[in-house]
């Protein structure tokens, strides 16, 4: 197995698995990000699915499951594009990096799993 690919996959699972916790566990900074972005907390269980279901695709493309973990892949770079899009509407630049750096994590992840 590539280590490139083993390397980033893994780091796209444990930061979208714990991304999704803390989503779950409705944490302080979570709140505080999704207010400033116009998401109320009700959402965020089902956008916690969402990060948890992608990171569990990938893990599973990972075990073998090629297609499953290019749809995960698929999946997490358009939710995190829309993540992206959503601080740029409500001009919150101060934490713009957290989802660029989730994007870029799930862009490169995707990219390792399509060239395998």
Same mark, same amino acid.
């Given at each position: 197995? #590539? ?12 930061? #979208? ?15 505080? #990000? ?28 990972? @075990? ?11 999946? @997490? ?40």
């Amino acid at each position: 197995m #590539n280590l490139a690919f083993l390397t980033v996959t893994c780091a796209t699972v444990l930061a #979208n698995a714990g991304i999704a916790a803390a989503d779950l566990a409705k944490a302080p900074f979570v709140l505080a #990000n999704a207010a400033a972005v116009g998401v109320p907390p009700r959402r965020l269980p089902p956008l916690a699915l969402l990060k948890a279901a992608g990171a569990a695709g990938l893990l599973l493309g990972l @075990l073998g499951v090629r297609p499953l973990g290019i749809a995960a892949g698929t999946g @997490l770079v358009l939710f995190y594009v829309g993540a992206v899009a959503a601080h740029v509407r409500a001009r919150v630049w101060r934490t713009i990096a957290f989802p660029v750096l989730f994007l870029a994590l799930a862009v490169a992840a995707l990219a390792l799993a399509a060239a395998r």
